[in-house]
């Protein structure tokens, strides 16, 4: 009985390779990319924008000795809505990398479209939509993929 259940596992194993294999590689979207990233992007857009005033109307080093007591200011701890909107937005990198190893993807290789992530009083809740034909590509049952239900975080 013990090589049956070896040789179905194995056999399991194979095909899960050999999907992973002739599966296409997702191409890379740029739009896509710039709409999954637009708050580190934006967030980056608006340091570099605060710099170059301070720079051209404090001179340089007056401009980076102001920049460094803001970095200071903005460091954490910070207040309770702020650090809950970091939460959301680290959340559904967090989802999109869970989609990837779970292979939870269309023929094509395109991920489920995280809707909304919105901070909850015990963490965060997020919404996703799958595309019609997007299925996980694995042989282990649906309960063992996650532990706790998706975007929910531990306290600790």
Same mark, same amino acid.
């Given at each position: ?30 739009p ?6 637009r ?23 007056? +401009?980076m000795?102001? $920049? !460094?007591v ?5 460091? @954490?701890?910070?207040p309770? /809505?702020?650090? &809950? ?10 989802l ?26 015990? +963490?965060?809740?997020? $919404? !996703? ?6 299925? @996980?590509?694995?042989?282990? /049952?649906?309960? &063992?993929?996650?532990?706790r ?8």
């Amino acid at each position: 009985m013990t090589g049956t259940r070896s040789r179905q596992w194995s056999e399991d194993r194979l095909r899960a390779d050999l999907a992973t294999i002739l599966t296409p590689e997702p191409r890379k979207h740029l739009p896509l990319l710039f709409w999954r990233w637009r708050y580190e992007l934006a967030l980056m857009a608006v340091i570099i924008a605060a710099l170059t005033a301070l720079v051209s109307a404090l001179g340089a080093e007056w +401009g980076m000795i102001t $920049a !460094s007591v803001m970095a200071g200011v903005c460091s @954490p701890p910070w207040p309770r /809505p702020v650090a &809950a909107r970091v939460w959301c937005v680290i959340t559904a990198h967090r989802l999109r990398c869970g989609f990837v190893q779970a292979r939870l993807q269309t023929r094509r290789g395109r991920l489920p479209v995280i809707l909304s992530t919105t901070p909850t009083p015990f +963490g965060e809740a997020s $919404a !996703s939509g799958a595309r019609p034909g997007s299925r @996980p590509r694995h042989s282990s /049952p649906p309960g &063992a993929l996650c532990g706790r239900p998706a975007g929910q975080r531990t306290s600790g």
